[in-house]
């Protein structure tokens, strides 16, 4: 089942439950896929690029959450939180901790990686290889612990 069909469903769920919280979240995501069938460039809406919009989605939102802990404005920080936590429930599982750190160490494998000078090469591959699966900044810490 498609991400668009998913949402439509759990938009008519969570307004018959009368979730506001999940109702604004699922919408934000109706709308960047309304976005994105619209925006003039004719690529076709994949898995990948349904993983990539929710991605940017809730990176934006923590960007927004940051700032407004930052500044004292908890109210407006728990909104954006709520957002995140809708979100990331369409998102698949992300790899951390030793399965990230085992597929890393399989890319600087393949490519061949030895020291430190090598970390372009295998963040490209990573993140090809990685790209939904993991946060860049996650592979970048492992890369950089990895190629010592």
């Not at 407006?76 to 160490?105: C, F, N, S, T």
């Amino acid at each position: 089942m498609s991400l668009e069909i998913r949402i439509n469903q759990d938009i008519i769920t969570a307004m018959k439950a009368k979730e506001d919280v999940t109702l604004r979240g699922i919408r934000a995501i109706k709308s960047a896929i309304m976005l994105a069938k619209t925006d003039g460039s004719g690529q076709e809406i994949d898995e990948a690029r349904e993983v990539q919009m929710l991605q940017k989605l809730v990176k934006t939102r923590q960007e927004s959450y940051d700032i407004y802990m930052k500044n004292g404005r908890e109210e407006l920080a728990v909104k954006e939180k709520e957002e995140i936590d809708v979100i990331r429930k369409y998102l698949p599982a992300m790899m951390e901790g030793a399965e990230l750190e085992q597929a890393i160490q399989q890319i600087i494998a393949e490519v061949g990686a030895k020291s430190p000078q090598d970390m372009g090469k295998v963040m490209g591959a990573a993140n090809k290889a990685l790209a939904g699966k993991a946060e860049g900044r996650a592979i970048s810490e492992i890369v950089k612990k990895l190629l010592v």
